[in-house]
Nanobody
Framework: VQLQASGGGLVQPGESLRLSCAASGRTYSSYYMGWFRQAPGKEREFVAA????????YYADSVKGRFTISRDNAQNTVYLQMSSLKPEDTAVYYC?????????????WGQGTLVTVSS
């Protein structure tokens, strides 16, 4: 499966943004999918994950209650709805494929999209 994230941009604190990740490949729906991010000068960190059918999700504490992950298997797309954005959410966001909800079980990341939260 190949992954391409999009939807990033410059927003002000408190605003919302939705990221999309288009996946190619017939096996897309058999993978768990996740979002990770990497801020300047920092290591990549886990953001959110979703199971095959979309019924199970898992979030990092830093985004819980503000971000929502979802997927549309008919469109081979994963989404990350981000609300109440903060400057510390500024990062390059990557989607990834995995085998469980656990962040350690992700082995492939696509190209990222930059999100900048600034006034």
């Amino acid at each position: 499966v190949q992954l391409q994230a999009s939807g990033g941009g410059l927003v002000q604190p408190g605003e919302s943004l939705r990221l999309s990740c288009a996946a190619s490949g017939r096996t897309y729906s058999s993978y768990y999918m996740g979002w990770f991010r990497q801020a300047p000068g920092k290591e990549r960190e886990f953001v959110a994950a979703i199971g095959w059918g979309g019924g199970t999700t898992y979030y990092a504490d830093s985004v819980k209650g503000r971000f929502t992950i979802s997927r549309d298997n008919a469109q081979n797309t994963v989404y990350l709805q981000m609300s109440s954005l903060k400057p510390e959410d500024t990062a390059v966001y990557y989607c990834a494929r995995g085998f469980t909800l656990a962040p350690r079980d992700y082995d492939y990341w696509g190209q990222g999209t930059l999100v900048t939260v600034s006034s």
